[in-house]
């Protein structure tokens, strides 16, 4: 993403003028707009006009609208932000408190208005401006017959391709049928690696099934790419991970992303650092559960004790419509940093976020024991 302009006044009032480029950066953009704020972008209206002779006319044009945002939603198919809202400022063509729909896209830029910027809206404006922060994980999890390939950056997992094929079962005297869809399967495969997967930014490929197909799978891969001369995939050989995995389904990457051997080839990615931090919570609530809770009221008892040592907060928690408990969790992830604790924040399009948002969105590992917790 880029941010092309920036004015905040001392009230913390004011604008961001912003550029997304890519599908990462339009969950961003979902995450920073709230209910009350105002976005000034280029938009399409269907406008109506009457000539002197009565007739009316209705065309298509694109003019320039400030909205005062009611409702947001995501689509990460077609990587947009739907904004739907009322017109703030007079325009010749939409009357003042109109309501209209518009759609924030790549590359259009626009701008964010708000009556209060935030310290995390800005952390996540510099993280998605930050290109070194882009580290990404490309992932395939397959079974027989059924392939996901799925790209992890620090925010999103990404479900790029889905591959689905027949194969028959294999038949007394004869293999060969099984044995030409299982090929038919991995070229699909392959076809989708070469489609999908860009070496220059991702740092490792994880391959994933039940029983041998993976092996099978990454002999075939690399046989090809040197049958077909693919010097990328075989430069890049050292950057693939053959794991074992329950199924072909996305749920099987929770697995993989708490497997050693993965955490030790992403220590230094976001969500290496969040695995961590959930597993020594998990293994916390077996071991010393009055280190361990989660539920936001539980959470606000261990802060208000000084008690909290790293916080694990999902994005969707600064989404509320309400002012007053975006203001709250805010407050709560400064105050933890700002007593040397640990603040992370999981994005809920992540499968780190996933599992965060199974304990209501937020947990923490607190420094000491404090049983009156759950007592209270």
């Avoid at 495969?189 to 070469?194: G, K, R, S, T, V």
């Avoid at 805010?330 to 924040?345: E, F, M, S």
Wanted: a neutral charge; charged letters at 25%.
């Amino acid at each position: 993403m880029k941010q092309l302009g920036r004015h905040i006044e001392k009230d913390a009032s004011g604008y961001v003028k912003l550029c997304p480029e890519e599908s990462e950066d339009m969950w961003h953009i979902y995450n920073l707009i709230a209910p009350g704020d105002r976005i000034r972008a280029s938009t399409i209206r269907r406008v109506q006009s009457e000539s002197s002779t009565g007739s009316v006319e209705s065309q298509r044009m694109r003019v320039t609208l400030t909205l005062e945002v009611e409702d947001t939603e995501f689509d990460g198919t077609a990587c947009q932000v739907k904004i739907k809202g009322r017109n703030a400022e007079e325009n010749r063509f939409v009357k003042l408190g109109q309501y209209h729909t518009m759609d924030l896209e790549l590359n259009k830029p626009f701008t964010l208005i708000k009556r209060e910027w935030d310290s995390i809206s800005f952390e996540r404006i510099d993280n998605a401006c930050n290109v070194a922060k882009r580290a990404e994980i490309a992932a395939i999890v397959l079974q027989e017959g059924l392939a996901n390939l799925c790209l992890l950056t620090e925010h999103m997992t990404i479900v790029r391709q889905r591959i689905e094929v027949t194969i028959p079962r294999k038949r007394k005297g004869s293999a060969s049928n099984h044995d030409k869809a299982i090929t038919k399967f991995f070229d699909q495969i392959y076809q989708a690696i070469l489609r999908h997967i860009d070496f220059s930014i991702v740092k490792g490929v994880l391959l994933a099934s039940p029983g041998f197909l993976k092996d099978q799978l990454f002999e075939y891969i690399f046989a090809e790419a040197v049958r077909t001369e693919q010097r990328t995939l075989i430069e890049n050989k050292p950057k693939f991970l053959v794991l074992h995995c329950s199924s072909g389904h996305k749920h099987a990457l929770t697995e993989l992303m708490q497997d050693p051997t993965v955490l030790a080839k992403l220590s230094d990615t976001k969500f290496a650092t969040e695995t961590r931090a959930l597993d020594r919570f998990h293994r916390m609530l077996q071991d010393d559960p009055d280190r361990a809770f989660y539920g936001t009221a539980h959470v606000l008892k261990a802060y208000e004790l000084g008690a909290i040592d790293t916080l694990m907060i999902a994005d969707s928690l600064f989404r509320s419509n309400d002012v007053a408990t975006r203001r709250k969790y805010i407050a709560l992830v400064k105050g933890v940093r700002k007593n040397g604790g640990t603040a992370l924040i999981y994005s809920s399009m992540h499968v780190t976020g996933e599992q965060l948002n199974n304990l209501s969105g937020i947990a923490a590992i607190l420094s000491f024991p404090v049983p009156e917790i759950d007592d209270e």
